[in-house]
């Protein structure tokens, strides 16, 4: 019943800027904590960006705090990760993810995932 479909990845340039969309169906954000995770290849997952509305809380990952911002848009039921000053370090694929737990960080095992979504960034 609960389903996340990411997309928005690509191939862009250091420096450059993209936005991830995830479109939720199935649950109400209200009564999830929703979360950006990332996996590159030989790495394990690190939380990327994740909060909990009913918490008032947001958590960014230390390499990514100020690049980063988690939004939503409840009308639509779509949650974005807007991805500015891109590093070659932040090539992974992307999944989001809801947890009924309702924390707003990344440090525990989500219930519910998307299928993932290539960013690269070249030098």
């Known amino acids: 019943e609960v389903q996340l479909v990411e997309s928005g990845g690509g191939l862009v340039q250091a420096g450059g800027s993209l936005r991830l969309s995830c479109a939720a169906s199935g649950f109400t954000f209200d009564d999830y904590a929703i979360g950006w995770f990332r996996q590159a290849p030989g790495k394990e997952r690190e939380g990327v960006a994740c909060?909990?509305?009913?918490?008032?809380?947001?958590f960014y990952a230390r390499s990514v705090k100020g690049r980063f911002t988690i939004s939503s848009d409840n009308a639509k039921n779509t949650v974005y990760l807007q991805m500015n000053s891109l590093k070659p370090d932040d090539t992974a694929v992307y999944y989001c993810?809801?947890?009924?737990?309702?924390?707003?960080?990344?440090?525990?095992?989500?219930?519910?995932w998307g299928q993932g979504t290539q960013v690269t960034v070249s030098s």
């Open positions: 993810a809801a947890d009924p737990r309702r924390v707003g960080d990344c440090s525990y095992e989500y219930a519910y």
């Open positions: 909060f909990s509305s009913s918490h008032g809380s947001t």
